[in-house]
């Protein structure tokens, strides 16, 4: 993946009901079983930090997310700008 001269992308981490990535969508068979699982539980340790409060375990929470991408209510994406990857959903 090649990087172009243009740095004018501004990505807003603030409205996650609006995704900002200006990436592709990863399928979901195309990620090893254990990866997607260890990629679920850093976002869920990154987007939860209230989990001790919840009153839902953190394998509890991976797995919700794991479904909602198996119900295809939640997308991988890897953005193609900032060359990171990301949960979003649908």
């Keep these: 993946m090649g990087r172009h001269g243009d740095h004018e992308v501004t990505l807003e981490y603030d409205q996650q009901d609006q995704p900002s ?3 592709v ?3 979901l068979e195309r990620i090893d079983p254990q990866t997607l699982r260890r990629m679920v539980a850093a976002f869920v340790s990154r987007e939860w930090s209230e989990l001790s409060d919840s009153g839902h375990s953190l394998d509890d929470k991976i797995e919700q997310v794991l479904q909602q991408l198996r119900h295809r ?3 991988v994406v890897f953005d193609l700008t900032s ?3 990301n949960i979003i959903p649908i």
């Design 83 to 85: 060359e990171t990857w």
């Design 25 to 27: 969508e990863v399928p």
């Design 21 to 23: 990535e200006e990436g």
């Design 73 to 75: 209510q939640a997308k």
